[in-house]
């Protein structure tokens, strides 16, 4: 039988697997990602003099230098529904870390998306 760890349970803490997430990518005059930009996050809510008001703290933004690309590929489906055109880019960055990039060739946004 498992214990409890006395941890309470964090719902808000939970996300799907694997989603991806909205980037920004620096690219050289090549078209090959230099760099990945990722956004403000929010990282915690708290209350402001015991008031429902919540004030959302954000961590700024990071830079993370791509230091390695490996595959490259595309993928055009649904081109009779909903079309789905990307192109999808292994990177190694900074500190070690692998990531899949994508760019949505219709709307031009990049996201990233851990394997």
Sequence with gaps: MVQTTGTPLRSHRLRPVNTPR?????LSKRGTPTAVLSPPSPVRERGTGGEEQRQRETEGE?????????????????????PV???????????????????????????????
């Design 22 to 26: 909205r980037v920004f990518v620096e």
């Design 62 to 82: 990071t830079r993370l230098s791509v230091v390695a690309v490996g595959e490259e590929w595309r993928v055009y489906d649904e081109w009779w529904r909903n």
């Design 85 to 115: 055109m990307r192109r999808y880019v292994e990177v190694v960055l900074e500190g070690g870390k692998h990531t899949v990039l994508y760019q949505d060739e219709i709307s031009g946004d990049w996201f990233e998306q851990t394997p």
